[in-house]
């Protein structure tokens, strides 16, 4: 087992998704959170979890769990992360982190006032071939980077009370599927200087599909593309002078990639070599963290993800996207 215990808020897929790479990875699994018993109960009877709570507050407040990894969907995120952090627990908010950039910043600040960890679920950022990645990157291999092209896009149902479409949950293809390859771009070439984007929107007010333009002070570009009403090739590139990166689809999960010069010759072949989804990197990479104490991140700093949301806040700006309350 490894050294944090963990403690899940809530159960919906991801949560599936994140118990059963956290199960085959040995982590110390031991507490579920629901809003009801019988959610609770059924969660943790399918994973083997030991613990079972009719509410987020009992597990937050069970003394042994030491992180809790929120789950629920986007407009929650804020109000459950420092639930835990009020009640001295570690948090792996899942992304995108928080619906703004002022509730990102709000967590943020209370973690550090806490001397906690707070950190974004962005969990590509962990997989094995994103660090070789960014190993080729430091490398000079490249040359001078002056482009990134990524796109994440997926056919998903039109009902208007599926969550991906319902702008009282946080929907739409921006906070859902466009944070992959935004974060990409700030994770390959920084903050962006200026910012374009356009999308169009369902009756329901969230976007289905948003085009994104960066540009930096050094001169490079990074495009995007997101979707929730077609599935396209859901592939990333990396453009250099000297070569280039393609990552195979799906980009954003474990998958191979090649660095490619300007003539056609492959001068690296990666294949990633992960059975499960990858969601153990995440896991793995917030223990870290607590036992260095390093609690403002490094592969993903919380003042990245706080200047991320703003980027997002901005794109929203210019689409006309805006959540109940103003958020």
């Given amino acids: 087992m490894s050294g944090l215990r963990w403690g899940i808020l809530a159960t919906g897929g991801i949560a599936h998704a994140f118990a059963r790479d956290l ?8 507490a579920v959170g629901s809003r009801s018993q019988e959610g609770a109960d059924a969660f943790a009877a399918e994973f083997d979890i030991p613990r079972a709570y009719p509410s987020y507050e009992a597990l ?46 709000q967590i943020r600040d209370l973690a550090a006032t806490k001397g906690l960890l707070a950190m974004e679920a962005m969990w590509t950022r962990y997989l094995p071939h994103m660090g070789r990645i960014r190993e080729i990157l430091a490398s000079g291999v490249l040359g001078e980077v002056r482009a990134v092209i990524a796109d994440h896009t997926q056919k998903v149902t039109d009902d208007p009370s599926h969550r991906l479409n319902a702008i009282e949950l946080g929907g739409g293809a921006l906070l859902d599927l466009g944070i992959y390859p935004i974060s990409f771009t ?6 962006p200087t200026t910012v374009q984007a356009s999308a169009r929107l369902r009756p329901t007010g969230v976007d289905y599909e948003v085009a994104t ?37 799906v980009w ?70 805006v959540y109940p309350g103003g958020r």
């Fill in 252 to 321: 954003y999960s474990p998958t191979s990639f090649r660095v490619v010069a300007p003539d056609g010759t492959v001068l690296e072949s990666y294949e990633s070599d992960v059975e499960s989804r990858g969601m153990q990197y995440q896991a793995l990479a917030a223990e870290r963290l607590v036992a260095e104490g390093n609690f403002a991140g490094d592969i993903l700093p919380i003042d990245e993800t706080v200047a991320i949301m703003g980027t997002l806040d901005e794109i929203r700006r210019q689409i006309g996207l």
């Fill in 213 to 249: 333009i960066f540009t930096y002070d050094r001169g490079a570009l990074a495009t995007t593309l997101s979707s929730s009403v077609t599935r396209g090739p859901n592939t990333a590139t990396v453009l250099g002078t000297d070569a280039r990166i393609d990552i195979d689809s």
């Fill in 60 to 105: 937050v407040t069970d003394p042994d769990v030491d992180i809790v990894y929120v789950s629920t969907p986007h407009p929650m995120h804020a109000e459950n992360a420092m639930l835990a952090l009020e009640n001295d627990t570690h948090v792996l908010v899942e992304k995108p982190f928080t619906l703004n950039a002022t509730e990102a910043a």
């Fill in 186 to 191: 700030w994770d390959v070439l920084g903050a």
């Fill in 23 to 30: 199960r085959a990875a040995g982590i110390d699994l031991i």
